[in-house]
């Protein structure tokens, strides 16, 4: 049977705790809706925009990696709810400087969604090439998702300039769910686009890839630090953010308030 049609039951006897989502998870979720309530609110605005974009990013970061996981769970790697993967609680991630620290502080300095290398998916326990790639194509699946869903309420038409500073940190967060989108399905090795061609390469093209995987992140900071790639790049990512209806002026302003220790 083909690998397309066949779908492996995951193996039983694992604990509840396995797939219950962590305190910590919860613990962000709960500050995102309160800080989007503050800034709805416009109850220290600056800093109510800042947690609600943070917060926001770190839920969808989680589930970004969670994504991964659950796929991996099913495709045959049963291991990744032993490590914890399946509970959404990024501590668990093999790599919290790459996967939490470093993407959120490029957010945060630079408003660009990195994305970040975290689970550690066990793919000689995968069957198939066709499940790898979708393991690797999940994660960015739900920054997909997010975007969509972050930019309905704009398709709307909503009076952003009664409630500004919310409206700005929501725009903010699509266009960071966006540049995540594309940084993440870009062919780099490492990247989860690389990742999802990587075992459909003939052997000795895989075995290069497989040696430049661990330095994606900085081939993908040299890429963009290209001032050409680096203008088709945002250039791609404000076109599409325009036909989604995002507001430039919207999310740079977004942009500014969570930076409020300018000012």
């Given at each position: 049977?083909?690998?397309?049609?066949?779908?492996?039951p995951?193996?039983?006897?694992?604990?509840?705790?396995?797939?219950?989502?962590?305190?910590?998870?919860?613990?962000?979720?709960?500050?995102?809706?309160?800080?989007?309530?503050?800034?709805?609110?416009?109850?220290?605005?600056?800093?109510?925009?800042?947690?609600?974009?943070?917060?926001?990013?770190?839920?969808?970061?989680?589930?970004?990696?969670?994504?991964?996981?659950?796929?991996?769970?099913?495709?045959?790697?049963?291991?990744?709810?032993?490590?914890?993967?399946?509970?959404?609680?990024?501590?668990?991630?093999?790599?919290?400087?790459?996967?939490?620290?470093?993407?959120?502080?490029?957010?945060?300095?630079?408003?660009?969604?990195?994305?970040?290398?975290?689970?550690?998916?066990?793919?000689?326990?995968?069957?198939?090439?066709?499940?790898?790639?979708?393991?690797?194509?999940?994660?960015?699946?739900?920054?997909?998702?997010?975007?969509?869903?972050?930019?309905i309420?704009?398709?709307?038409?909503?009076?952003?300039?009664?409630?500004?500073?919310?409206?700005?940190?929501?725009?903010?967060?699509a266009?960071?769910?966006?540049?995540?989108?594309v940084?993440?399905?870009?062919?780099?090795?490492?990247?989860?686009?690389?990742?999802?061609?990587?075992?459909?390469?003939?052997?000795?093209?895989?075995?290069?890839?497989?040696?430049?995987?661990p330095?994606?992140?900085?081939?993908?900071?040299?890429?963009?630090?290209?001032?050409?790639?680096?203008?088709?790049?945002?250039?791609?990512?404000?076109?599409?953010?325009?036909?989604?209806?995002?507001?430039?002026?919207?999310y740079a302003?977004?942009?500014?308030?969570?930076?409020?220790?300018?000012?």
């Amino acid at each position: 049977m083909s690998d397309w049609r066949r779908w492996d039951p995951p193996v039983l006897g694992l604990p509840r705790a396995a797939f219950r989502p962590s305190a910590i998870f919860l613990a962000l979720v709960g500050l995102f809706a309160l800080s989007g309530l503050m800034a709805w609110h416009q109850v220290t605005p600056r800093l109510a925009v800042f947690l609600f974009v943070v917060s926001g990013w770190l839920v969808s970061l989680c589930l970004h990696e969670y994504a991964h996981a659950v796929v991996a769970y099913r495709s045959g790697d049963t291991d990744v709810a032993h490590r914890g993967y399946l509970t959404l609680n990024p501590l668990k991630y093999s790599n919290v400087l790459l996967s939490i620290i470093l993407p959120l502080l490029v957010v945060v300095l630079g408003g660009i969604g990195l994305p970040g290398g975290a689970v550690w998916v066990d793919h000689a326990a995968i069957r198939g090439r066709l499940r790898k790639s979708l393991i690797s194509l999940a994660g960015p699946a739900t920054n997909v998702l997010f975007t969509l869903v972050l930019v309905i309420p704009f398709a709307f038409d909503p009076d952003v300039f009664v409630h500004l500073e919310f409206w700005s940190g929501v725009a903010l967060l699509a266009f960071l769910q966006l540049t995540a989108t594309v940084l993440n399905l870009l062919p780099v090795p490492g990247l989860d686009g690389g990742n999802a061609l990587q075992p459909w390469l003939k052997p000795n093209t895989r075995r290069m890839y497989d040696v430049l995987a661990p330095y994606g992140f900085i081939l993908l900071f040299v890429l963009l630090w290209e001032p050409t790639v680096n203008r088709y790049f945002f250039d791609a990512v404000y076109a599409v953010g325009d036909l989604l209806g995002l507001d430039r002026q919207l999310y740079a302003l977004g942009f500014d308030l969570i930076r409020f220790w300018q000012r």
